[in-house]
């Protein structure tokens, strides 16, 4: 898992800060070594995501894509930090 490493190379000097994903947040919280500190709202990056169909004939691909439009999956998505 990612986090670990992360974890991993902060407690031993590797690195000093480490930018991630609001979702590692509760895992690197267990570790009272280790602090979050959120980043202010003016210097947060706008990321897009985006996603391809390669093969329209692949359909749990097109399953996949309705259903991560749909209202179930973007507040399950909104819930992890995704907005």
Do not use: W
């Not at 031993?12 to 509760?26: C, H, L, R």
């Not at 210097?43 to 259903?67: D, E, G, Q, V």
């Not at 179930?72 to 992890?80: P, R, S, V, W």
């Amino acid at each position: 898992m990612f986090f670990i490493l992360i974890q991993y190379f902060l407690l031993n000097n590797t690195i000093d800060v480490f930018i991630g994903y609001a979702n590692y947040a509760p895992v690197i919280q267990q570790n009272s070594q280790l602090t979050i500190i959120d980043t202010p709202n003016h210097i947060l990056p706008t990321i897009k995501y985006s996603i391809a169909l390669l093969n329209p004939t692949n359909i749990m691909a097109k399953l996949f894509i309705y259903f991560v439009q749909n209202k179930q999956a973007q507040e399950c998505l909104l819930k992890y930090g995704f907005s």
